[in-house]
Each structure stands twice: as structure tokens, then as C-alpha cells.
């Protein structure tokens, strides 16, 4: 039973380091138009598949 505590304490934490991180980045403008995702996105499985977003 603490072993499984311990290993979901653990997970639990770098889930909120990694939500941290990724708010930080928001804050610095580190982002991507939901637009040019959604046209990857859609360009995916066809004859000429779009660069990833950056």
C-alpha cells in the first residue's frame, strides 16, 4: 500500500510540474494557433501532409 501511495505522490507531482511548465510557456507567449494544428491535423492521411506547426 505505500509503495502505491508513494508511486501516485510521485506521479501527482510531475503532473503539476509539467502543468508549470506548460503555463509558463503560455505566459511567455510559447504557443500555437489552434487554426494551423487543426490544418496539420486535417492534412494528415492525405497525398501531401502538412509540416508540423511550430
Known sequence: ?????????????????????ALADVDAGHVIDHQAVQAWADSLGTDKPLPVPR
Not at 8 to 17: C, G, K, L, M, V
Open 1 to 21: 500500500m505505500k509503495q502505491a501511495l508513494s508511486a501516485w505522490i510521485a506521479q501527482e507531482e510531475e503532473r503539476d510540474r509539467l502543468t508549470q511548465e
